[in-house]
């Protein structure tokens, strides 16, 4: 029983690890597959390309956030007494 | 490289900072001198990512840290290693989990929600929450649940767990202690109460609660409690602030009792809770157990939103909110004002202060410790917090404040009863104001409550002709009629204003609102302007004031839409030259030289010539030079001028004033610090510049001085980019080896290491990935800066090449797929302020997904990317036929073609003509697929006049395109040509099988048929029919090779086609084709095929034609609608529940062939009757069917 239950599960596992994978090709696929023009060495030099390892080097950029505080500049507290001339 | 002399100067700036003698070890030069800057300190990010992370607590030994994060509206625990960062959640996902608290012990309590949506109160012991077991949550223990709602668990003791137990039907509480184990309860405290909180081992619980009255909110308030166990009323803890305290916690040495203040209603609910921002304090422990008001040491800033403190060592770990998400922050028990501070630093710092709370904060620690100066006194105090809180518009600090204030001056803030009392109702009407929804018109009783305020402002008798009093109602009066959007009645009181009398600087700051408020909406420059001169002239104000009104002016001045004599909207420079010169004219004061340096700024950026331009300067550095010592005014100057030289892209004389600004700054000045990130910054930005003005030199010479004063990773990869640039690799190698040496760069070397591996990389194959992984674990070994955005990105890059290069059509790596999308989500979250590591962070995260078929996702991450703009035409070409490509496959081909066609637009002319053909053959498919004929037959018609498209293949696919597009633009005689030369071209292909780079098969039959198919509906009958007939064949080929599923249904398809062409011509041919289509039919029913829509269709039609064209019997087709009939009525009666469609389909097929029977076969006994039955046996189909059944039984005899 013992061997006979050890042997269904291993044929089990066997059947699991050899079954396919199922890939459905939608209909964009197919349609662009079918009708749109193929042009593999653009494609290629352009995909590998757009893939970036360091910041993109703008020229300028807006002004962050953390600079934005750096600038900022705070109102002279409105108190009575003043402590320096006009 | 040789070196310039500016980048001596600013290796030699950077050097100078070098303090002698300091001994340190594995502590770089930058991280030395970090440490030695004068400034408050920053709260330390612990937690990074883009989901909210909060409630986190450390081991004693600091260890690790759990932490609460919330993602997709689900919170579930976290544990993070301390060391290296790596988080892992505690359990699985299947149930909520939240408010971690650990005992001295380790063992874990927390709220969980697996097996009771109330809650539950469970604990983990501290082994299960090693990383080496393997599911912790096998070893939850809760405590026995009832109808309650649980929460806020506490240690007591390491063997007794508190608790919050809330009764849902009165909305009462009870903190409640269980005996973990003899689970024996008791209650310590109940009512309407909240956010239990006790220090294990300690007897004394504190918490938060409410003295309403029950049934009645409005009566009593909210507090924080105290009292020890067993006592039975608790003591209300005060603190001499604004607001609301909570989430107490005690320190291990029972010394302090640290805990959130929420000051005001920030979210507008108009209630002040836990919703609200909120500050952290301290206060002694043993003072605040005896109900004494007292005032507690402010330990952060309002900017950080801080909340829920747990202490650990000598550090507090909280929870904040400033950076877009919660996160978990560490900073020192004393807080973020250092405690070894003076009174000098701290007024010093209290000057150079950027936010008003951070002066709040400044103010507060000031008087905690007592440290007050000449330039910070005590008597100032209420005034200058006041202040501070107005200009933050904390309505409900202001007010608690101005009470204060009244108090010391008797109810007369600068001598003036009428203005102190008229401020207070102000505020009211402001909180009023804040609590209306934005952008909606002023409501009625909104409306009702601000004129019933002005009311009372106008109703003062007291001192009524006094010129004060006079002159504050007009203040007041007007701000509330700009509450209700009266501007006009605000302008009369406005012009009425009159400062013949001294005023109070608030009374100033209010007259100032009054013509914003006033004069905005009508952007009348020269009203505002009057009011501007009069705060320049009055001796009522101080010069700092003076100079912040005057950058405001400079900002508006700047901002004005003014309309030139050439009809042109713009505020020239000269204009701007012209007005700032008349400004000068009787003026005395700081404010002239503000205005006089804007002039020259001005004019330094209209002229052209460099040496005209050089000398210009001279005239800013003499005044630069004389106002050395006046801080106020050099600041403003120097923020004034970086931001219009930014503005007109002049990096050089921008780096001149940060450079300036940094030298006149002493080192031991709170202000270094920020003019020291100035300069890094704007090194960094003139790196980037020169860089894309291809100056190497100059590029490379601001990336080494950013990183020699930085360290910072951006910096160095700016570096490397420079000289590689330059076909310097051989240098690289060389600094580096001397930056180490002189103990500029230590860890993050790992990072260079790391990048110039990918930089030197050999691929041997394409799925080499050495290189790959050897950058990865030396990514991955990094301390310094290991939550460096730059260090994520990079990361990230690395895993998106290695599944780009491991994947093979539709089979990826799923681990990689997390690896690279977690990285870059995290380069992407944490360089939210830095658009250059977002830009590239959003492309890599949109190419991520678009690789792996997630095209939704790739082109939401495109749609981000796109508005921060592209380095050069090449980078825009990319992006637009990938977002392009994205948008297609997310069923968006309209604006596929829209992309690709703005692109052609704005850049075409400027891209190589090679390039520009695969564009237009994509705008010109993108249309097609989007239906949009007209503009792909255009599209195609340029393209083919281009004359590019090479290769059979493109050929082939083009003309099918092509002719699709002319026909459905009824353009046949073209549309035929192209269709037939699709077939001649596709003839020539062969198959093409699937591989690496190719998800499906080409077969150049499909082709032909799609041309065939096409070609069937153009030109004369017998033309369609030889369509068809090709296109049978071709169907007959594409069968055996197994191309289509519904290969049978296609030829049916096409043989009714054929049959319906020839019977209009009456050609006995159709029947034949008829036949023939029957036959099909047949293959399908036997191929279980019975209830298809083509099977249905092909008896339909069979029996509609031929009892349309009235055609005698014919025994071949007798025989196959009988057999039909009969297999596909015995389908559908054999559907258990049979579906609509299929019901209503069974019943045509059924009175179709009752006519079939009568009028062709003439077989006896059937009629009318036969249909009716059949009409009342469906009930549900027959009114669909009766026009059918009425017109045939019509033909009935």
Redesign the interface.
Known sequence: MIFRTLTLLVIFLGVIDCSP?I?L??R?????????????D??KE??K???????????????????K?????????????????? | MTMTSLSRRLIFIGLSFLASGAAWSAETIVQHRLAELTSIHRPQKVTVGPDDQFQGVTDPERNFLIFTRKADMVTYLCKQDLKNGKVTPLFGLQGDSQEPQLSPQRNLAFTYYKFNARGDICYLPYEALSDKSEKPEDKIKCLKSDQSERSSPFWKSESELGFLSRNLETGQSQIIIENLNSHQQATIAQGMIWSPSMRTGSDRIFYNASTAVQGDEQSGGRGLFTKKIGEKEGVAIQFDLPGLSGFPVVSADDTYLYFSQFLNDTNGDGIIDAGDNSVLFRAELATAIKGQRLFPEQLTSAEYNCSIPRLSGADIFATCAFEGTLDVYSFPQSGLVPSQWTAHVLANAHQTARTPAERILLLNVAKFRNLTSKQLDSSSFQERVLSNHLFSDDIAASQFYLEKLKLETKGAIGANPAFTEFLKLFLEAKAKKKAQPAEQDVSPSFRREILDLEKQISGRTANAKDETVVRAKAIFRGLLKTFIDDTRSSAEFLKAIEFKKPAHPLEWHYYFELAQSTYARANDFEAISAVYQKLFDTADLTAESKLYYGLKYLTTLGEIKKTESNGSLAPTIDYRIQTLQSMLINRSGPIISLFQSEAIVLRMIRENDENKKSEIYKELDQILSKSRSDYFLRKAIYVRAILIFAEANDFKYLDFIATNWIRYTEKSDTEFAQARTIFAQTSLDRGYDAFAQNKLDFAGNFFYGSLTLNDDLESHEGYINTLMKKSARDVIDERYTNLRNRKYIDDNFKLVEAFLGLIDEKQTTPDDTKTLDASILKLEAMTQDKDSPVRYLLLGYCFLEKLIRTQAGYEYNQTLLDQAHHNLMLAYDLGRDNARIKAAALTNLGMLHHRVSNHGLAAKFFTLRKPLGFVDTNELLRFTWVFAKSLFFNNQPDLAAAEISAFLTAEGKRIDIKQRAPFLERLAFYYQASEKYEKATLAYGELESTKLISGDLNLAKNHLGYGFSLLKTKQLQQAKTHLKLAIDTASRLTKIEKSKDRVIEFEPIRIKLNACGLLAQIGPVADQVQALTERLHLLETARELKLYDDTLALMILARLQGASLLAIQKDKLGSQWLNEGLKLAEQLVGGDQALSHSVFKAITTAIEQDLKYHVAKDNTREALLKSLIAKTIEAYSKQAKSQPFLALQKLKLQILWVAYQHQILHESGIGKAQIEEFLKQSPDHAKEVEPLAKALMEQFS
């Open positions: 994978k890939y090709n939608d964009h696929t197919i349609m662009e597959e079918e009708s749109a023009g193929e042009w593999p653009f494609e352009l995909l390309s757009s893939t970036q390892k360091s910041p993109t080097a703008f020229q300028k950029t807006e002004i962050s956030t953390q600079k505080r750096l600038f900022n500049v705070v109102g002279g507290e409105l108190i009575t007494r003043q402590e320096d001339s006009k």
